[in-house]
């Protein structure tokens, strides 16, 4: 069983980041070389499956976010093309680790990477994109820039092991899920785009702006993605719709419907998400009541809401091309379906 999201209120194009992309693609065409570089490995496993994850495709928004970043900020250089990758390995690392993790077996439609390889290799290749990440870092040479992706890096990882302590939690609030998604999403979105303010060397006020406007992008891309789970087509969302069920996780469509159900209700997310004690028919049945109590369009109303916010912090910007592209990217991430 599977719902459509709400129809966006939008003009009849859907919003897409394809300007975006070709306002940075000679940016972006030099961040994939550096990427398909710094992947090599004299031990063949290493690029043989990150290179399996890089081939299956992929929005690649973080690192659009920081060359868009960078060129709203009218930066000339090319120091952003390596923070962009490093962005990039970042976010590929925490993928590795996230499916071993969550025992997923797609990844953007294909096998993942555990599920052809195994979990011990991507563990450890995960952990060489992070290396890889971290001497980006450094040959940049800026002690603002390696401070603000290392935190980054270390917030990523508190933000997993939050959500690990989490799963099976009926008792997790709204605040403590905003929290976990703050932290495993949105604060590489944020540095993301503080980087780009950061090597153009703009105004303090600016930068904190572009690092706002990330943190609500990825907020608000995680409220969709949480929403996605119980609302999208499998196909269409290149991943098994109702994996964040089925492994016990608290996202708020769930804590929603359960705050909103009677006692025959609660019983069953008891069940279902604390003890993990599900049948086939239990993924039909909490889609029925996320859309009994409208939680999935309640989770969306909120991810635009988010999306607002975003928007306000790039009012600040020059009214120009590159800002538009990405005025267009939160309309793309909060309207997207997959």
Known sequence: MTRPLPSPDTAPAAPSLDRLVALVATDMAAVNQIILDRMQSPVALIPQLASHLIAAGGKRLRPLITLAAAQLCGYQGTRHQKLAACVEFI?????????????SLLRRGAASANAIFGNKSSVLVGDFLFS????????????R?????????AVIAEGEVHQLLTTGDLATTEAQYLEVIGAKTAVLFAAAAEVGAVVADRPEDEIQALRRFGTNLGVAFQLIDDALDYAASEAALGKTVGDDFREGKVTLPVILAYARGNAEERAFWHRTIEDLDQTDADLANAQALIEKYGTVRETVARARTVGDAAKAELARFPDIAIRSSLMEAIDFAVSRGY
């Open 132 to 143: 890889r990440a971290f001497q980006l870092m450094v040959e940049d040479g800026s002690l």
């Open 91 to 103: 976010h590929t690392a925490t993928l590795l680790h996230d499916d071993v993790v969550d025992d």
């Open 145 to 153: 820039v390696l401070a603000v992706l290392s935190e980054a890096s």
